[in-house]
């Protein structure tokens, strides 16, 4: 498979959270978030596991565990069934790698 360029798959709208699938294997899926200051993803639960690497910007993500201030070169693993959710302080993209589902 050839490389991918994160940047060129980047688009943010005002109105609304981006989301562009990547990557999607029978092991795992690549997903690129872009979320503009004040987007969010409502904390909520999924039945796969995600690792999310914050490309760019700040905010917060929320896990079972707590919710987290992330910016640029954060990891944050939310496993399966968990609760996760994100907002935007700024601009912030955001790579997550899952489970397949």
């Excluded at 995600?50 to 905010?59: S, T």
């Excluded at 079972?64 to 907002?87: N, T």
Aim: proline share 6%; charged share 25%.
């Amino acid at each position: 498979m050839k490389p991918i360029r994160l940047s060129e798959h980047v688009e943010f709208r005002s109105s609304e959270r981006t989301k562009k699938m990547l990557i999607r294997t029978p092991t795992f899926n690549a997903m690129q978030i872009c979320l503009d200051a004040g987007q969010e993803i409502p904390p909520h639960p999924e039945d796969y596991s995600v690792l999310f690497y914050v490309i760019g910007g700040n905010g917060t993500i929320t896990t079972a565990e707590g919710a987290w201030d992330v910016q640029a070169d954060d990891i944050v693993l939310v496993g399966k069934g968990e609760v996760r959710g994100i907002v935007a302080k700024t601009r912030m993209r955001v790579l997550g790698i899952q489970e397949p589902h």
